[in-house]
């Protein structure tokens, strides 16, 4: 069993900033890529940001140059620093971790249970 915990989200005034973790713990061998998804009331889930084993990193569009993502492998752990806030940003976020169990086990998507953010006046 693998458990993702997001901790962070709140309310926040527009051009705030908000700091998310999400640990990871478990039945856990390595973790590959680590991310933050985020889904709007009534939209899709979206791309927020993503982060390889190698800090490799990847954004969406929509918070290029006002998010950063980092990981410390040591605590299995990934963060998503939040700056410049704006109400679009508001939403659950979800973190995500391709995660193996065992030494010669395939990959598994594992989900949080999501946090929510707020920017609002």
């Known amino acids: 069993q693998v458990q993702l915990v997001e901790s962070g989200g709140g309310l926040v005034q527009p051009g705030g900033s908000l700091r998310l973790s999400c640990a990871a713990s478990?039945?856990?061998?390595?973790?590959?890529?680590m991310g933050w998804y985020r889904q709007a009331p009534e939209k899709q889930r979206e791309l927020v940001a993503t982060?390889?084993?190698?800090?490799?990193?990847n954004y969406g569009d929509s918070v290029k140059g006002r998010f950063t993502i980092s990981r410390d492998n040591t605590k299995n752990t990934v963060y998503l620093q939040m700056n410049s806030l704006k109400p679009e940003d508001t939403a659950v976020y979800y973190c995500?971790?391709?995660?193996?169990?065992?030494?010669?086990?395939?990959?598994?998507?594992?989900w949080g249970q999501g946090t929510q953010v707020t920017v609002s006046s």
């Open positions: 995500n971790a391709l995660i193996r169990n065992t030494r010669w086990g395939q990959f598994y998507d594992y």
């Open positions: 478990g039945s856990i061998f390595s973790i590959n890529a």
């Open positions: 982060i390889t084993s190698g800090d490799t990193t």
